[in-house]
């Protein structure tokens, strides 16, 4: 009989290290919604890190962080892609940034390709504004991905460009992905 | 009601007269560890949208719309069947204001988005963001989407990891010009001519917008006279400024176009790969006057006739402290090179061994130029090297090159043991006297 897959003998995963409790903060989007986030998930967005430091140095309770410029739905998203995010190390965001192709995560690509492209919109703009460096990247890149074998019709249509322009006569217009 | 809000269902009213569909947005968890799942519905006025409110969550459609017409005929606004029934206009407007600010303690956060955005609401750092992982091919289509974006995609450079305009090319069955290109995806595209009037059409074109809009790390040029002509017509009429990394033309070997080349390149070049065996004196001069062509740090120069053209770079070296690294390379015979250095750089010469591998040192202390050669296949040329390199050391730094892969066979181990041994030298001066004595 063969061996069952799940057997005794196979490697168990391995525990989960031990890490300091998470602290938790309020957000407030624009619109008033207050949402509850790990402050190790919002030091991912430098915008946030900057004003948390700020708290801690003059040793400040926080207790509502404000978000000004998104609203609520776009930033439960963010801080979903954060909460999964908050073990990251920032530097592999930064040096993703400079390269040619980036691998996007099974996880990352069904949370990003899910959205609608409106929100998808949405999320890249929060995460600017935020400075969220691996989101702008795998959000970015889906948004690229989305477009990609699309022809010009397809792609005005999928950004909602409603400028109609003369195609140019070169054949540059005819290739495909 | 804020302006705001009537500003959303003046929308939504302009929406519904126009017959287009408005989407709404459901979101639904679907277990702790995965993302939400988004689903699209397709409708005006979706009455499923969970609420925060549980009262109203509980209710089915039959109950939300008997409550929506209580609360109607309570305001005095009839009912859902009058404005089904086509009671359109003011009324329905008054009615689904009414609606709103009844609502107003509805979570929105679990309700439709109204805050959805398109491509054109990207600021044009997102779009620039987004274009950058974009195949050249993808850029292209959306440059011709709209006038702003042929604007932005044309602002925002592509790299190129090469471009090669070639003749004949080896994977061709029959006579062809071929134009190819790998994008900064990492795509690669090969555009087959059959005629030259058809490269000249489209294909000419094309390179043209690769040469003014892409940053290229290696440009082949390698087409015949005739047709190179009329492309760099084209070229010179739109005045474009290359940004290539390093420029090879070896097989067609026509000095007027590597100069014109050469002469519209900017500050980005570092390598030159050409064989200036028809070069007349005159377009050499051209040539030493360019200035990215004194910038570059590596030139490779097949079969060199006009031996002062090496002395000249040897100079142009020592009287610009040119960087370490800095490398010329070029094929001429042995001893008419080594005896005109010996001849002109005598008192420069801090080291010498009995192959003449030979150090000439500079006007800084730091730095000195190498002169060392490797045999070819050829029974009178040999490959030099003038190489600056730091002030102590006697190897070359071998540069790592693509067809590099056989040449070490060529040179026979005896001169690597020759070159390294310490025991041949015939004057090594102390290097620090060098700097006291120019």
Known sequence: ?177 | MTPENKKSILQQHKTSANGRIKSSIVTKAIAPNAPSEIFRKDEIISHDAPTSDPMISKLSGRELKKMINKELSDHGLGSLNMMNAGVGGELKMRILEKLLAVSTNVDRIHSRPNYDKDWNDLSEELKAECMKWMSFRTRLRLRQTSKTEKQLVDSVPINFKFVKVDQNARYCYEKCIELSFQDNVNQETYLKYKDPSDFMKDGAPLLAYILKHGKIDEFDYEISDELSCMTLELLERKNIKFCIRKFSHIDINNFKETLFILANCDETLEEIVFDPENGEEEDFKRLFMLPAFNKAKFVRMWTLKHPWVALATLERYIHTDAEIGTEFEFNADKMTIVDLVIKYFEDRIVYQNGDFLMKIGMNVADRAILIDHEYTDSFSEVTFYFTVVSADSVRRVERIRADSSSSDDLIPDFKRIFKESSDDEIYKPNVSNVSNRN
């Open chain 1, 1 to 177: 009989m063969a061996p069952k897959k799940n057997s005794a003998k196979r490697p168990q995963p391995s525990t989960p290290k031990p890490s300091a409790p998470a602290r938790i903060v309020k957000v407030q989007s624009s619109d008033g919604h207050i949402l509850q986030a790990d402050v190790r998930a919002l030091l991912l967005s430098s915008t946030l890190a900057a004003t948390i430091k700020g708290y801690d140095d003059e040793n400040k309770p926080l207790e509502k962080l404000e978000v000004n410029n998104v609203v609520g739905f776009t930033l439960k998203l963010v801080l979903e892609w954060c909460e999964k995010h908050k073990e990251d190390d920032p530097a592999i965001a930064q040096a993703e940034k400079d390269k040619k192709n980036i691998f996007i995560p099974s996880w990352d690509r069904h949370f990003l390709t899910k959205l609608p492209m409106g929100n998808l919109f949405d999320l890249i703009t929060a995460a600017y504004h935020l400075d969220i460096t691996g989101l702008i990247n795998y959000g970015c890149k889906t948004v690229a991905n989305s477009a990609k074998g699309k022809s010009t019709e397809e792609m005005r249509e999928l950004f909602g460009i409603p400028e109609p322009w003369e195609q140019p006569s070169t054949s540059t217009a005819t290739w495909d992905d």
